[in-house]
């Protein structure tokens, strides 16, 4: 694959990664559509998106244990990312999710062995220490997150991280994401009941709810992983890993421009310390590669 071709689309993917985050609080925001429908029309749509590559390579369709574990997850990461944008904003609710899925996915690598050397814990310290100054109110704080929608989002962010890793342990492919989205619609119709039993509300859509969902789910997300998926095997997973970090920063930019949400001190200076952290987990893990392949 071409340089110029690959970047470009490796730029797509990441727009459209974040603007997830913007479809779905314009969509809450101002009413046209509650959570829960949001959710479902997002799982629905994704997963008519995908259906014609199984029926396209005429595929068996056959679950698998695996499947069925990324499929809970994935309904479980959209639905609590419904849940959590009633109240919170954009840029805010992208880094919250980002950081907790990069976190949770570090403490698995560590679980499983993973060395924690002096730069990796700096890192991390530093990526925490970003949540923890953006999330805990304080006399100086200039924003003030509804503590249920916080615990909704980072649902959202641990459950992606499953999804993730469950994805990393049987190979990544847009066919296996069909399978999942698939999968995603029992597990969604399922979890959709058992939320609306606990958390009672007035389910309602209009006509340009239902367009921000379906393009949530085509397109945002359907769409995005196919292309993401097209272009892993041509990147470094550190590279992946890497990229991955515009994200939060492109849905804070996104959501200044075109929702006139505010950018404040306090928003920056989380930005800056949760990706400064990741990033040098990330680079110490390379340079563990890099020394590991020499030997």
Known sequence: MKNNFLI??????????SANSLLCRVALKDAHIDSLTFSMIRIVSGAVALLPLLLRRHYHIQF????????????????????????????IGALILFGVVQL???IYGLCKGETLSRIKLTGLLFAFG?????????????????????????LSGFAWAVYSLAGNSKGSTPVNTAYNFLLAVPAGAVILLIVSLLIPGDYHADMR?????????????????????????????????????????????????????????????????????????????????HTKTER
């Open 8 to 17: 470009l689309k490796i730029i797509i993917v990441m727009i459209a990664f």
């Open 64 to 91: 698998k244990k695996i499947h069925v574990i990324s499929g809970i997850s994935l309904t479980v990461y959209i639905v609590a990312f419904s849940l959590a944008y009633e109240q919170i904003d954009a840029g």
């Open 104 to 106: 949770t996915m570090i």
């Open 130 to 154: 970003g949540l923890v100054y953006l999330l805990v109110p304080s006399s100086v704080s200039t924003i003030h997150l509804p503590l249920l929608n916080v615990i909704f989002m980072a």
């Open 209 to 289: 709810g239902i367009i921000l969902a379906v393009l949530s789910g085509v397109v945002a997300s359907a769409g995005s992983y196919y292309l993401w998926y097209s272009v892993l095997p041509y990147i470094e997973s550190i590279t992946a890993s890497t990229v991955q970090l515009s994200v939060p920063c492109l849905s804070i930019l996104l959501a200044v421009v075109f929702i006139g949400e505010i950018l404040t001190a306090q928003i920056i200076i989380a930005t800056t310390l949760v990706l400064t952290g990741i990033f040098i987990v990330i680079k110490d893990r390379k340079k563990k590669v």
